[in-house]
């Protein structure tokens, strides 16, 4: 397909761990990230993982990556209510390097 | 590092007015993208810049929607006449190859 998928949203306890789920569409992609958004704030890069690695751990933060069949994880471990936010995907396609976003997963945690 | 610079932070304007946003991106950043967030959805691109050349304006409403970036660095995005539909959030992102980063964009109301 044509756009960047992601769940609307997700809702966990404190303490849970959290997974939000990206389909992308360009299986060249030379990058690919999760950003955090929180209420009239910019984005935020959390993380990203080059396309060579199937996956990456950042503290909380872990990356898995699924070229086959296109699909991207973000796992945040110990899950916290500062954690509440809207998490986008994105690809950075090949050639020009184009930048395109998921419709992003609005995560909310409860105590 | 000092991050993307936008301004101005919010703005409102009548609808069939003009208006003009700014962008500083991160020295020496080739790649800057302008995006427009409409309320609830993920970024959509408007135009992309390598250097000062464009590279990407194909979401770009070229009736009204204009983009240039002076010299490489500094970039201005101008609506005119702005229609109610074009209330959103403008972000602006630089990206020296690998990750991007965005700035805390301008919240534009039409009314």
């Known amino acids: 397909g044509e756009d960047v998928e992601q769940s609307l949203f997700l809702s966990v306890r404190e303490g849970d761990s959290s997974v939000i789920n990206c389909t992308y569409t360009d299986s060249s992609s030379t990058y690919l990230y999760w950003y955090k958004q929180e209420p009239g704030a910019g984005l935020q890069l959390l993380t990203y993982i080059f396309s060579n690695m199937d996956m990456k751990q950042d503290q909380r933060l872990t990356v898995l990556l699924n070229k086959k069949d296109k699909h991207l994880s973000l796992r945040i471990a110990d899950t916290q209510t500062g954690d509440s936010a809207i998490y986008f995907c994105?690809?950075?396609?090949?050639?020009?390097?184009?930048?395109?976003f998921g419709t992003g997963t609005r995560l909310l945690v409860s105590p | 590092e000092a991050g993307v610079a936008q301004s101005p932070r919010y703005k409102i304007i009548e609808k069939r007015q003009s208006v003009a946003f700014w962008c500083n991106p991160i020295?020496?950043?080739?790649?800057l993208y302008w995006y427009q967030q409409i309320l609830g959805q993920g970024p959509k691109l408007l135009i992309q810049?390598?250097?000062?050349?464009?590279?990407?304006d194909s979401q770009l409403p070229k009736d009204r929607f204009s983009a240039e970036r002076l010299k490489g660095v500094d970039s201005t995005l101008k609506i005119q006449p702005a229609k109610l539909e074009d209330s959103a959030v403008y972000l602006c992102?630089?990206?020296?190859?690998?990750?991007?980063?965005f700035g805390q964009g301008t919240r534009l109301t039409v009314v």
């Open positions: 810049f390598q250097n000062n050349g464009v590279v990407d």
């Open positions: 020295s020496g950043h080739a790649t």
């Open positions: 992102a630089s990206s020296p190859g690998g990750e991007a980063f």
């Open positions: 994105a690809e950075k396609k090949t050639g020009f390097q184009k930048l395109v």
